[in-house]
């Protein structure tokens, strides 16, 4: 009866270890990234694509971790980062404020007008669809090689998002308050300053998340077909001369500065913004329906 005892407590004991170190968030988060590590070092995935692509040696279709490392250290001393960086982060800026000013410009009319909403309607939805790598053709054509083509994607590549979920924002405004502030014959403009735009915060930040990322994608490929710098055009540069390892290194560069924005930025401004509302398992920052495909 003890041996049984025992064998079963060695086995829970088993169990909580094996959930402790791989099926708990915390653990997941640790032990995911260094087993793909793992996996990446030992050449694991170059042996399955290699199956995939017989053609290919195993050094042509992945650096190892040693190699990227090693480039993005390169990348980072001679300055190529920060000037790839710093370029791409101006036009981003620029495209994105635009893009926020109008679209929570055009995204407010459409909320409180059916007729502006009718008319614009299916002009955002082609927005939203449209791929980023004609509109960065067609800037090359229009524009030539320089700034104002990368800005231009980035600020049609924001814009949709921004004007669908301010729209969204406004029809999510309590009808019921909405017919109240109409029946005390409330002003308009305080309305909208009291009722509406403190409505739209939660939309606000949404449209920052999905417009912000979306028009970091579209500069990258606008710099690549209408630029002579930036992140985008070095990426092209490495390719040309097979810099294999440092086009996956800039890439690291990329997921990390979301992480850094993200966590840094987006979440400390949302937990200061809405710390007035009750705590839940969801970010406070999303909407009820975010208006993203």
């Known amino acids: 009866m003890d041996?049984?005892?025992?064998?079963?407590?060695v086995v829970r004991s088993g169990r909580s270890w094996f959930q402790r170190t791989f099926v708990t968030p915390r653990a997941a988060r640790i032990t995911a990234p260094v087993l793909f590590l793992v996996?990446?070092?030992?050449?694991?995935m170059d042996r399955f694509l290699g199956l995939l692509f017989p053609g290919r040696t195993e050094s042509a279709l992945l650096p190892t971790p040693a190699e990227v490392v090693e480039?993005?250290?390169?990348?980072?001393?001679?300055?190529?980062l920060l000037e790839a960086f710093s370029v791409s982060l101006l036009r981003l800026a620029l495209g994105f404020a635009l893009a926020l000013l109008v679209g929570s410009i055009v995204g407010l009319a459409m909320g409180l007008s059916s007729r502006i909403e009718a008319m614009?309607?299916?002009?955002?939805?082609?927005?939203?669809?449209?791929?980023?790598?004609i509109w960065g053709l067609l800037v090359a054509m229009w524009f030539g090689y320089g700034t104002i083509g990368p800005v231009l994607v980035v600020f049609i590549a924001g814009l949709p998002y921004v004007i669908l979920n301010m729209s969204e924002g406004v029809h999510d405004v309590s009808?019921?308050?909405r017919d109240m502030a109409a029946a005390y014959e409330i002003p308009r403009d305080r309305v909208m300053r009291h009722l509406i735009l403190p409505s739209l915060s939660p939309f606000f930040f949404a449209s920052l998340r999905y417009g912000l990322a979306n028009g970091w994608k579209g500069l990258i490929l606008a710099e690549v077909f209408a630029a002579t710098s930036g992140a985008g055009w070095h990426i092209t540069s490495m390719r040309d001369y097979g810099d294999f390892a440092g086009v996956v290194g800039f890439a690291i560069y990329f997921a990390l500065f979301s992480i850094v924005v993200e966590r840094l930025v987006f979440g400390r401004l949302s937990r200061r913004v809405f710390r007035w509302r009750p705590a839940t398992g969801r970010d406070v920052s999303e909407p009820p329906e975010v208006a993203a495909p």
């Open 175 to 177: 009808k019921e308050l």
């Open 71 to 80: 480039a993005m250290w390169e990348q980072l001393l001679d300055g190529r």
């Open 39 to 44: 996996a990446w070092q030992l050449r694991l």
């Open 3 to 9: 041996t049984t005892a025992s064998s079963g407590s």
């Open 120 to 133: 614009l309607h299916d002009f955002v939805i082609v927005g939203l669809t449209f791929p980023y790598l």
